[in-house]
């Protein structure tokens, strides 16, 4: 059974930065890719919006409303994916979901994740 289990929300100013971490359990051996998704107050779940993306090779890549802000990682050993989300803005304010699918191109795609954490609240004051 997959299992993910998300920290590190709060509440933070503009500005300031918090980190994500998403420990994954019981994801199949072999090729992966790990992710980092957002719901926005007031949207429904259907319009969860990707942020960030890594494959088993470590490939990454970003929406465009968060490059150069957001960062994601991770530590194979201890299969935790981060994101480390630096210069935020209110408009970051939203639910964060870390998401895991057994294709290793997922990366930015919803619809290819398979495994979903319960979601962390973060909140970004002006």
């Known amino acids: 059974q997959v299992q993910l289990a998300e920290s590190g929300g709060g509440s933070v100013q503009s500005g300031g930065s918090l980190k994500l971490s998403c420990v994954v359990s019981g994801l199949p051996f072999g090729d992966y890719c790990l992710g980092w998704f957002r719901q926005l107050p007031g949207v429904v779940e259907r319009e969860l919006g990707a942020?960030?993306?890594?494959?088993?090779?470590?490939?990454?890549t970003y929406a465009d409303s968060v490059k150069d802000r957001f960062t994601i990682s991770q530590d194979s050993a201890k299969k935790t994916v981060f994101l480390q989300m630096n210069a935020l803005e209110p408009e970051d304010t939203a639910t964060y979901y870390c998401?895991?699918?057994?294709?290793?191109?997922?990366?930015?795609?919803?619809?290819?994740?398979?495994?979903w954490g319960q979601g962390a609240q973060v909140t970004v004051s002006s």
């Open positions: 942020i960030a993306g890594i494959d088993s090779d470590g490939t990454t």
């Open positions: 998401a895991a699918s057994t294709l290793r191109w997922a990366l930015l795609d919803k619809t290819s994740y398979n495994y």
